[in-house]
C-alpha cells in the first residue's frame, strides 16, 4: 500500500511504502511545484516492486562481471557501487540513495524548480538551479540524533547528494549495517547514490580491527534476508581511550581522501564518540557551521 500526502507544512510530500520513507522538498512556481510532486509520486509506484524483483542480483556482491539490471533504481545502484568492487559491496549499498535520485529525476522531468530536495531516511539527492543555495545539517550520532553542524550548499558546487551511514546499535534502529564502529560518516558527493556508497565503505573503514571490545555478530542473526549473510557486523562499542578513537578514525579519514582524490566524494565528515575526521575543506564548513 503507497501512502502519498502533504505533511501538515503544506510544503513537504510524503511518500511511503514499506520500508521507503520520502519526505520531498521543492521551491518553485507553484503550478510548477505541484506537477513535480504528482511526478515524483506517479514515479514511486513502481519503485519497490521493481526493487523486490531484481533483489537476487542486488543482494549479489559486485566482481569485475558487471551484473545488467532492468530497474531504473537498481542500474543507479549498481553504477554507484561499482568503484568498490574490489571490496565487498552489494548494490543494496546505495538503494536509498538511488531511489532518492531517481524520484528527483522524476521530479524534474520537464519541470522549473529553483530548488528540491528527496530524503530518503537521510541519504539525500538535490537539485540547485543556477544561483541557488541550500542548508543542511549534519547528525553526528545516529544512536542520538542531533544537528550537529549545517553547511550551506550553493550551485556552484559539485555536491548533489549527501549520505550517513554509520554502526547501528541494537534497539538504535538502523536499518543497515557496518563492519566498522564509526557513530556517523556523512558524505558529500556528485549524487544521493555516490555519496551512499561512499559512506558505507568509509564508515566500514572506521575501526578496530581484532579488538575484543566491539561486540560483532552475524549479520544474518540480525536480519536473514541481509545481503551481507554471515560476516560480522558491529553492534555495541565500548567508550574508547583517545588514542583508540583518533586511530579509528585516521583508518576511515585515510579512505575518505583516496576517494576524494578519486573524485569519488566532494568531502566527508567522520564522527566516533564526540572526535570527528575531516576530508575536505567542505566538510571543514561543515563542521564548522
Not at 530497474?71 to 549498481?78: K, T
Not at 543494496?92 to 522524476?106: F, P, Y
Not at 537539485?127 to 550537529?148: D, F, S, Y
Request: charged fraction near 20%.
Amino acid at each position: 500500500m503507497i501512502s502519498a500526502r502533504l505533511l501538515p507544512d503544506g510544503k513537504r510530500l510524503h511518500l511511503q511504502q514499506g520500508p521507503i520513507d520520502l519526505v520531498i522538498e521543492a521551491w518553485g512556481e507553484m503550478a510548477e511545484v505541484r506537477v513535480a510532486y504528482r511526478q515524483a509520486a506517479a514515479a514511486f509506484e513502481t519503485v519497490l516492486s521493481d526493487l523486490v524483483a531484481e533483489l537476487p542480483l542486488l543482494r549479489t556482491a559486485l566482481t569485475d562481471g558487471r551484473p545488467a539490471a532492468r530497474g531504473p533504481v537498481a542500474r543507479r545502484m549498481i553504477e554507484a557501487c561499482w568503484p568498490y568492487r574490489k571490496d565487498f559491496i552489494t548494490p543494496m549499498a546505495a538503494v536509498a540513495g538511488s531511489v532518492a535520485d531517481h524520484i528527483l529525476a522524476a521530479m524534474l522531468s520537464g519541470r522549473t524548480l529553483a530548488k528540491a530536495y528527496v530524503n530518503d531516511g537521510g541519504d539525500i539527492a538535490i537539485h540547485l538551479a543556477e544561483g541557488e543555495r541550500l542548508a543542511c545539517g549534519m547528525v553526528a550520532n545516529l544512536h542520538a540524533p542531533a544537528i550537529a553542524g549545517t553547511i550551506d550548499l550553493i550551485s556552484a558546487m559539485p555536491v548533489r547528494g549527501i549520505a550517513t551511514s554509520g554502526a547501528p546499535t541494537k534497539g538504535s534502529g538502523g536499518r543497515s549495517f557496518s563492519f566498522g564502529i564509526a557513530d556517523a560518516v556523512t558524505v558529500l558527493a556528485r549524487s544521493g547514490a555516490a555519496a551512499d556508497a561512499a559512506a558505507t565503505i568509509i564508515a566500514n573503514a572506521v575501526d578496530l580491527p581484532g579488538d575484543a571490545r566491539v561486540r560483532r555478530v552475524p549479520a544474518s542473526e540480525l536480519d536473514p534476508d541481509s545481503d551481507l549473510g554471515s560476516r560480522l557486523v558491529t553492534v555495541a562499542v565500548p567508550a574508547l581511550e583517545a588514542d583508540d578513537i583518533k586511530r579509528a578514525l585516521w583508518a576511515g579519514l585515510a579512505v575518505a581522501e583516496e576517494l576524494r582524490g578519486r573524485d569519488l566524494i566532494h568531502g566527508a565528515v567522520l564522527a566516533l564518540q564526540g572526535r570527528f575526521a575531516l576530508a575536505g575543506a567542505v566538510a571543514q564548513d561543515l563542521l564548522a557551521a
